[in-house]
C-alpha cells in the first residue's frame, strides 16, 4: 500500500494511504459538481454561480424556491441514496469475498419493493409507511438469505446463488402485487420501482439522513475487521476477530442501509455492485474500500440522474434506467472476466 504514517504526540500512528485519499477527495467534489449542475437543470435553467448564491442565501425568492424546495432535497436523497448503496455493496462484496455478492444481485432491493409494493398496494400507505415496508421487506429477505446460505460458515458464492434464487421469487411476487393494484396505485408502483429521484422532497431526506448518519459511521467504524473477513475466516479468527458477530453487525448495517435507499428512490439497479469494484479500481488498494466506495456511489447516481434529464431530448428518463443499462453493461463484463479467472 502507497501511503504515509501519520503519528501523534501520544504516540498512536495512523497510517494514510495518499492514492486512496486523494481518489476520495477527487470523487467528491465530482458528486458536488454535479450536484451543483443537477440543481441547474430543470424548465427553470440556472448556472452554476445562481445556485450556489441561492445555497448561501443571496438568490431571489423564486430561486430560493425552486433550490430549496423543489431541487435541493432531490440532490440530497441523490447523494445519500448512492453513498448507502456504494457502502452496502462494499460491505455485502467483502463478506462473501465474492464481487457479485452485492444487495441488487442477492435479492435485497427487491426485498425491499416487495416490502414497499406491498404498502403501497394493499394499504395505500404515505412516505413513512412505505419506508417501514421497505424495512421489514429488507429484513426479512436478508435474515431468510443468510439462514439458507449458512452452513458451517457463510461461503461467497452459496450466499450469491442462494440471493439470486430469492430474488427470483421476489420479482415474481413483486410482479403479482403489480396485478392486485388499481390504475393510480400501479402507476405509482411502476415509477417508483424503476429507481427515480422525481419528486422527491424533505419527507424522504430526513430519515435517509439519519439511517446514513448513525450506520455509516458504525460500518466505517470495523472497516479493518471487514478487511480481516476478506482473508477468510480462520485468518480473521487468528488476528482476534469476532467473526460471526462482527459480519451480523455489518451485514445487518447494509440491509438496513439499503432498505433506506431503497424506500427513497426505489430499487436502483446495479449501483451497489458498480461502485465498490469502481472504487477499488481507482484506488488500487486491497479491502473494501468504504469511503471511495461512498463518494463512488453519490457520484453515480448523481451523475445518471443529470444524464437522464439532459441526454435524451424531452423524454426524461429515471434515474434507474440509466443505471440499469450501465451496470447491465457492467455486469456482463464482470461474468466473463470471471469465467476466464475459472471462478465461475
Same mark, same amino acid.
Given at each position: 500500500?502507497?501511503?504515509?504514517?501519520?503519528? @501523534?504526540?501520544?504516540?498512536?500512528?495512523?497510517?494514510?494511504? @495518499?492514492?486512496?485519499?486523494? $481518489?476520495?477527495?477527487?470523487?467528491?467534489?465530482? !458528486?458536488? %459538481? +454535479?450536484?451543483? !449542475?443537477?440543481?441547474?437543470?430543470?424548465?427553470?435553467?440556472?448556472?452554476?454561480?445562481?445556485?450556489?448564491?441561492?445555497?448561501?442565501?443571496?438568490?431571489?425568492?423564486?430561486?430560493?424556491?425552486?433550490?430549496?424546495?423543489?431541487? &435541493?432535497?432531490?440532490?440530497?436523497?441523490?447523494?445519500?441514496?448512492?453513498?448507502?448503496?456504494?457502502?452496502?455493496?462494499?460491505?455485502?462484496?467483502?463478506?462473501?469475498?465474492?464481487?457479485?455478492?452485492?444487495?441488487?444481485?442477492?435479492?435485497?432491493?427487491?426485498?425491499?419493493?416487495? /416490502?414497499?409494493?406491498?404498502?403501497?398496494?394493499?394499504?395505500?400507505?404515505?412516505?413513512?409507511?412505505? #419506508?417501514?415496508? =421497505?424495512? =421489514?421487506?429488507?429484513?426479512?429477505?436478508? @435474515?431468510?438469505?443468510?439462514?439458507?446460505?449458512?452452513?458451517?460458515?457463510?461461503?461467497?458464492?452459496?450466499?450469491?446463488?442462494?440471493?439470486?434464487?430469492?430474488?427470483?421469487?421476489?420479482?415474481?411476487?413483486?410482479?403479482?402485487?403489480?396485478?392486485?393494484?388499481?390504475?393510480?396505485?400501479? =402507476?405509482?408502483?411502476?415509477?417508483?420501482?424503476?429507481?427515480?429521484?422525481?419528486?422527491?422532497?424533505?419527507?424522504?431526506?430526513?430519515?435517509?439522513?439519519? @439511517?446514513?448518519?448513525?450506520?455509516?459511521?458504525?460500518?466505517?467504524?470495523?472497516?479493518?475487521?471487514?478487511?480481516? &473477513?476478506?482473508?477468510?475466516?480462520?485468518?480473521?479468527?487468528? &488476528? /482476534? %476477530?469476532? $467473526?460471526?458477530?462482527?459480519?451480523?453487525?455489518?451485514? &445487518?448495517?447494509? $440491509?438496513? +442501509?439499503?432498505?433506506?435507499?431503497?424506500? =427513497?428512490?426505489?430499487?436502483?439497479?446495479?449501483?451497489?455492485?458498480?461502485?465498490?469494484?469502481?472504487?477499488?479500481?481507482?484506488?488500487?488498494?486491497?479491502?473494501?474500500?468504504?469511503?471511495?466506495?461512498?463518494?463512488?456511489?453519490?457520484?453515480?447516481?448523481?451523475?445518471?440522474?443529470?444524464?437522464?434529464?439532459?441526454?435524451?431530448?424531452?423524454?426524461?428518463?429515471?434515474?434507474?434506467?440509466? #443505471?440499469?443499462?450501465?451496470?447491465? /453493461?457492467?455486469?456482463?463484463?464482470?461474468?466473463?472476466?470471471?469465467?476466464?479467472?475459472?471462478?465461475?
Amino acid at each position: 500500500m502507497r501511503g504515509s504514517v501519520l503519528r @501523534t504526540r501520544g504516540g498512536l500512528s495512523v497510517r494514510l494511504d @495518499t492514492r486512496a485519499a486523494g $481518489v476520495v477527495l477527487l470523487l467528491a467534489a465530482l !458528486a458536488a %459538481v +454535479l450536484a451543483v !449542475a443537477l440543481i441547474g437543470t430543470g424548465d427553470y435553467p440556472m448556472s452554476p454561480g445562481e445556485v450556489l448564491s441561492t445555497l448561501t442565501g443571496g438568490g431571489t425568492a423564486a430561486q430560493e424556491f425552486i433550490v430549496n424546495d423543489v431541487r &435541493l432535497p432531490r440532490v440530497l436523497v441523490g447523494l445519500l441514496v448512492g453513498a448507502a448503496l456504494g457502502i452496502a455493496g462494499a460491505v455485502f462484496q467483502s463478506v462473501s469475498r465474492n464481487p457479485l455478492g452485492s444487495p441488487d444481485v442477492i435479492g435485497l432491493g427487491q426485498g425491499s419493493a416487495a /416490502g414497499a409494493l406491498t404498502v403501497i398496494v394493499l394499504f395505500h400507505g404515505g412516505t413513512y409507511a412505505v #419506508t417501514g415496508g =421497505a424495512f =421489514a421487506g429488507a429484513l426479512a429477505t436478508g @435474515t431468510a438469505v443468510y439462514l439458507l446460505a449458512w452452513k458451517r460458515g457463510i461461503h461467497g458464492y452459496r450466499l450469491v446463488l442462494v440471493g439470486i434464487g430469492a430474488a427470483a421469487v421476489l420479482g415474481a411476487v413483486n410482479g403479482y402485487l403489480l396485478t392486485r393494484a388499481d390504475y393510480v396505485d400501479a =402507476a405509482r408502483a411502476v415509477v417508483w420501482l424503476t429507481g427515480s429521484l422525481d419528486g422527491r422532497d424533505w419527507t424522504q431526506v430526513r430519515p435517509l439522513l439519519i @439511517t446514513c448518519a448513525v450506520l455509516v459511521p458504525l460500518v466505517l467504524g470495523r472497516g479493518r475487521a471487514l478487511r480481516m &473477513l476478506e482473508m477468510g475466516d480462520d485468518a480473521a479468527y487468528a &488476528l /482476534g %476477530v469476532r $467473526v460471526e458477530r462482527t459480519r451480523l453487525v455489518l451485514m &445487518l448495517a447494509a $440491509v438496513l +442501509l439499503t432498505a433506506a435507499a431503497t424506500a =427513497a428512490a426505489g430499487p436502483v439497479a446495479f449501483v451497489a455492485l458498480t461502485a465498490p469494484q469502481l472504487a477499488r479500481r481507482l484506488t488500487r488498494s486491497a479491502g473494501p474500500n468504504l469511503p471511495a466506495a461512498a463518494c463512488m456511489g453519490a457520484t453515480l447516481l448523481i451523475g445518471a440522474d443529470w444524464a437522464a434529464q439532459r441526454l435524451f431530448g424531452d423524454r426524461l428518463l429515471p434515474a434507474g434506467v440509466v #443505471t440499469g443499462m450501465l451496470g447491465g /453493461g457492467y455486469l456482463l463484463w464482470l461474468l466473463v472476466n470471471e469465467r476466464k479467472a475459472g471462478r465461475i
